[in-house]
């Protein structure tokens, strides 16, 4: 109950004229960025975070919740219309909803695609609010071994079960706690791995690095393989809104693509890719019609897409519990937040509680405002796509230079995103996931300060790392998930012989 | 059966890579200046574990390589063969960002910035030079106000925004 009433007068900050507007401005900017093919929501995030950090705390606050619904909702706009999801989580909406669109109801499937993130975002964000104080209660009793071995786990998680191959997931985690480390160390101020460059004692920022990866690089890899396979923008024909039937058919899968989503967010896992599986693959063992799977059912649209959204907002309880990102839409989501004074962890909810709950507030109401703003757009967005190629890369290259310079008014940041931007073209080009490089540059250093703690508190005793329950069980679990596979293999073997 | 072509020496260069970067960390932790005071944890010892970490993968790497297992590229299917990358595009679209980073602070951002533009558009095809240019320099204006004027973030002046009368005072 006292929660309720905090969560009240969390409404009551956001809610004035002035956030409000914002508020809008954010759903615009974000959706507008987001629609644009090749930015998924991680870089829309990215890119305008310098435009939320000129305003005052709690506007900013509603104006970046408003730009992440906006962001993820200008994706699947463009995965439906173009068949280029920007993320992982959006393949599905890619594949069901294109076909959609190709038979002439991409109306239906945007439609469906919007009211299914708003449902489900409603629903997540309510559970959100009722779930993260508590496991930030909880969490007050975690140990910096417990911190350990949970960041051990997240990291293993995220490196081997994003992207093909197990062992290119681990190289993009190395390569992140590498940059992670460059700069001076946080306790005694000895240069790592600088090469002393003065700026790179501060550290490599992880903006930087994020916009290198994603925006930089991605232009690099479209640039290597500039050959004319252009791309065809899917008219939207007749009407946008969904008819009755269509409403009959969405409004399970809505409900249950958000009972998927959100637990599976909660778990340091990674990524929104499995839970929309799973959520499309149910449909399609409940429907009656499963023959139009693959074809274009409504179902395949509206359940992953509730369950990307609600997965999305699945996330931000460890986020804010435990400080522990696990996507990487996530992890700019921290570094945002520590700019505006807020440190996700245990003590967040005691130590910036008003803050916290003018946030959760404000992704009630940046859920809403997409809702109003974007259905009535819908066609203005689609002219978005006709934007031509060369027009649009030359906009992200250039754009993201802007946001890796406005940082720190730095030409060193623009060479580092210059450097990255090729690293991350070679990721691309050999298969290596960005998502693993991202939480190895936020949280090795998060790593390095718990690891050293718990061999404080220990003087140096290596064995206090896996005492006690918590780190044991975690521990367990991470070797169950990496070998899992191997044990089923060698017991069927055995049974077979 | 692997035949050595030109993406299968790219695979073991990148994986050779790996395991350079990974020994060069652990090279710097060895070289690292030994620090006075600390309190148990020498700050050698973390560089140390992710050092060996990324030198373990890296080697992990390699053996994958060798085994004939490579990488998917973005956007193609398991076993589709690999175009060579279109080196003189790409080209162009470094040379336009190394343009920008050289000319951001002496020549003002508009003017850095309109050439970034115009040069990757370039770069992806496009040859209407009045058009492009125009664009470029809208692009460019539109931002610099949007962010120096609207919302009072610091983007660096200089010709363009002297003569367009957008540059903000100077002080003494």
Redesign the interface.
Known sequence: MENLNLLLDGFSNALTAQNLMYGLLGTFLGTLVGVLPGIGPALAIALLL??TL?VEPTSALIMFAAVFYGAMYGGSTTSILLNTPGEAGAVITAVEGHKMAKKGRAGAALTTAALGSFVAGSIATMLLAAAAPTLAELALKVQPAGYVALIVFAFAAVGTLLG??R??G??S???G??IG?VGA?Q??G?N??SFGIQEATDGLEVIVVIISFFA?GE?????????DDAWRVLPVKGKVWMDREDFRRSWKPWLRGTAIGFPMGLIPAGGSEVPTFISYSVEKSLSKNKEEFGEGAIEGVAGPEAANNANAAGVLVPLLALGLPTSATAAIMLVALRNFNIQPGPMLFEMNGPLVWTLIASLFVGNTLLLLLNLPLIRIWIQLLQI????L???I???G??GA??LN?S?FD??VA?IL??IG??F?????PNTPLVLGVIL?PTL?IQ??QA??LS??DYSILYAGLLPKFIYLALFLLIFAPNIVKAVKKRSKV | MTKVTRAVV??AV?ALG?LL??LF?LY??FT??E?????????KT??YI??G??TV??G??IL?VSRG???????TE?GQE??P???K??S???G???L??FL??PAGYIAA?TL???????????RKFIKDIA??FI??VV?YFV?SKG??????DGFFENLLGLARETQG
Do not use: C
Not at chain 1, 388 to 391: A, E, G, I, K, Q
Not at chain 2, 35 to 41: C, I
Not at chain 2, 116 to 126: D, E, I, L, M
Not at chain 2, 151 to 156: D, G, S
């Open positions: 310098p435009v000129s093909s191959s062992t290119r681990l190289i985690l190395s390569v706690l590498i480390l160390d306790q005694t000895i790592r791995l930089i232009v690099l890899y479209l640039a290597s393989r500039f050959k031509p190629r060369h027009y890369y030359a906009g290259a250039t754009f230079l802007l310079y406005t008014n030409v623009l060479r210059l931007g090729f073209y070679l691309r080009r050999f298969g290596v090795g390095e690891f050293r061999l404080q003087n140096g | 790219a695979e990148f790996f970067l990974g960390v710097d932790a690292l200046e620090p006075g005071v600390y309190s148990v944890v020498s700050p973390f560089e992710i050092g970490f990324a993968v890296g992990l790497l994958e297992k490579y990488g998917v590229a973005e956007g398991p690999f175009l990358p279109d080196v595009t790409m162009i679209v470094i336009s960002m190394l920008h980073i951001i602070e910035a970034t533009f115009y040069g990757v558009s370039f770069a992806f095809g496009s664009l470029a692009f460019a931002v962010f919302l009072r973030i610091f983007l660096p």
